[in-house]
């Protein structure tokens, strides 16, 4: 019976450690693969002209600034907005709605999360284009609507996870239920919000679809205007790989390249940070 449980243990050991290897050796194919394709760009260019302040490949122009800029400026807003509401929201589905309203906001969170960036794109096409027209504004809202529900079912998980481990320890205390959430268990929960945010940046970061339908897909500035017309990165490559050819083909995959790096980048600096938070509050 011992050594068919060890076996067991070290089969089930194998295919965790296959399984975690897959990730990182896929992400560094995909780097390989459109680091490859990049190179043909500076056979011709130079990086003097990605740092170049307007993207016009007609005009043989492929700053990617203001691809950059308009990519990281609507993401930002998008994910400071998530975390705004996102956190109340997850509090009060974990520790002070009641088992129908959960159960109703779990149910809604989930459908809305699972929900494809297209229909997500035309929702925005109909309902906030009117209102806000083809600006940077309508793609930072449609961006919120895909990732406050995973932002604040994620939260809700950690918060859920934390307040179980906590709660004797609190009450025991004597804390309230109101100063057990927000003085012990939200400051516990504080790496999770962190990766949480840090995903949600990331995923809109790397949305194309429903970003291309609200946009406008117009080089702005290197730094766009809000409430005026914009491209990203994503956008970018979305509308123009199927006719682009040369420079321009190889220059949307320098793009690509850009954007995976930006995205890792970030990762890193979110885990990074929950960790550094993890140790001081295990310190404190």
Known sequence: MKSEKRNADWNLIACAAIIGAIAP????????????????????????????????????????????????????I????????????????????????????????????????????????????????????????????????????????????????LRPCGYALGYSRRDFVYRIVLRAVLPSIILAATLGLGKAMGEATAVSLVIGNISAGVLPDLFGPANTL??????????????HLSALYVAATTLSVLILTLNLLGAGLARAVRRRLSLS
């Open 78 to 165: 998008a994910t400071g907005l998530s975390v705004l509401f996102g956190i109340p929201a997850a509090v009060r589905l974990v520790f002070f709605a009641g088992d129908r309203e959960s159960l109703v906001c779990q149910a809604a969170l989930g459908a809305m999360a699972g929900l494809p960036s297209v229909i997500v794109g035309l929702a925005g096409l109909t309902l906030l284009v009117p209102a806000m027209g083809f600006t940077m504004i309508s793609g930072a809202a449609t961006l919120f609507v895909m990732i406050f529900p995973v932002f604040t079912l994620l939260v809700a998980a950690a918060l859920r996870q934390e307040g179980d481990r």
């Open 25 to 76: 050796i896929a992400v560094l194919a995909m780097l390989w693969f459109i680091g490859l394709e990049s190179k043909a760009f500076f056979g011709d260019h130079g990086w003097r002209d990605l740092l170049a302040l307007d993207w016009r490949p007609v005009a043989a122009s492929y700053g990617l600034a203001p691809l950059v800029t308009a990519t990281f400026e609507m993401a930002a």
């Open 234 to 247: 994503t956008t970018a490559i979305l509308k123009d790989h199927a006719a682009a050819t040369g420079a």
